[in-house]
């Protein structure tokens, strides 16, 4: 079974620091661009950052200068670092792998979210 497996989601005070993980399973998706979304309450899900295969990135402008995306193609990973955190990124974080071409195409595979709360 195909599978996106996020992680690493928390209750943190502003200002504060996550790491989010994003497994796949097995070798699937492994020549895939990959991205992070998120989706507040009451709002639609949006891009917060994509890398592709070949480690370029791209970011939302609110999170530029404080996320970092990243991948490890041996493990099958990617990650987010997020720093400086804001109670307005308090979100159901979601991975995503898809199409990097001149902007990220997502597919329809999605994790299941994991939540970051921010408190102010």
């Known amino acids: 079974q195909v599978q996106l497996v996020e992680s690493g989601g928390g209750l943190v005070q502003a200002g504060g620091s996550l790491r989010l993980s994003c497994a796949a399973s097995g070798s699937t998706f492994r020549n895939n661009a990959r991205a992070w979304y998120r989706q507040a309450p009451g709002k639609q899900r949006e891009l917060v950052a994509a890398i592709s295969i070949g480690s370029r990135t791209t970011y939302a402008d609110p999170v530029k200068g404080r996320f970092t995306i990243s991948r490890d193609n041996a493990k099958n990973m990617v990650y987010l670092q997020m720093n400086a955190l804001k109670p307005e990124d308090t979100a159901v974080y979601y991975c995503?792998?898809?199409?990097?071409?001149?902007?990220?195409?997502?597919?329809?595979?999605w994790g299941q979210g994991t939540q970051v709360t921010v408190s102010s």
């Open positions: 995503n792998a898809g199409v990097y071409g001149g902007s990220y195409v997502p597919s329809d595979y």
